[in-house]
């Protein structure tokens, strides 16, 4: 079961298996009571970030603490959690320029609590340790270090691979332009899944993003 828990504009999600769960972003700061009460009646036994911009990190710190469960992100992201700006963004279009300045001004503001993440995944690391059945995808582009969640080849968890914000499409905002399309044509080739942004309501996978 994947429950998507919508904060604001953004999404976090808990893949169950009815009794264990993941957590898989932590959304911002004013959305942690929310993100709490829909883990309460499970066992979540592990926080993953799917990468380290402040909108998907910023609960980090109180979540796994409170839900005592470790913290798993890609070791590419690490810089972001102590600058965000470690990672240089550019966007495209005129929609993509407007959600640059939002985020640029979001990033030199809000702050995140500071943590320390307990696991480092791969692509290809599986999660059935941690009682669902899903495994990592490395889709870098947005940033070096996003991933997406693959979970039972029907759902797959982009971050903000893919954004969903105003219209389903690869995303507005990129550190690497070439790998960022590189990461939605793996996407596109990984055929029928349900696409869970981190910005957006659900789509049906494209043969072309």
Not at 116 to 127: A, V, W
Not at 146 to 175: E, Q, R, W
Request: charged share 20%; glycine share 8%.
């Amino acid at each position: 079961m994947v429950h998507r828990i919508h904060c604001g504009n953004g999404n976090c999600y808990l893949i169950s298996n009815g009794t264990d769960a993941v957590l898989v972003d932590t959304g911002r700061e004013k959305y942690w009571q929310k993100v709490l009460n829909v883990c309460r009646p499970y066992r979540v036994r592990l926080l993953v970030l799917t990468h380290g911009h402040v909108d998907h990190v910023q609960n980090a710190a109180f979540l796994s603490s409170a839900l005592e469960c470790p913290v798993a992100m890609h070791r590419a992201d690490l810089p972001l959690l102590s600058d965000q700006m470690a990672q240089f963004l550019s966007a495209h279009g005129i929609l993509g320029k407007i959600v640059l300045s939002e985020s640029v001004k979001s990033f030199q503001k809000d702050r995140i609590p500071a943590f320390i993440p307990n696991i480092f995944l791969e692509d290809g690391c599986s999660l059935e340790q941690y009682g669902v059945p899903a495994d990592i995808i490395h889709l870098p582009g947005h940033t070096q270090g996003s991933i997406g969640i693959d979970i039972m080849k029907k759902d797959l968890i982009v971050g903000d691979a893919l954004m969903n914000l105003f219209y389903p499409t690869i995303s507005m905002l990129y550190h690497d332009k070439a790998a960022m399309q590189q990461s939605a044509d793996k996407i596109s080739r990984l055929g029928e899944r349900r696409i869970l942004f981190g910005h957006g309501k659900p789509e049906k996978n494209r043969d072309r993003w």
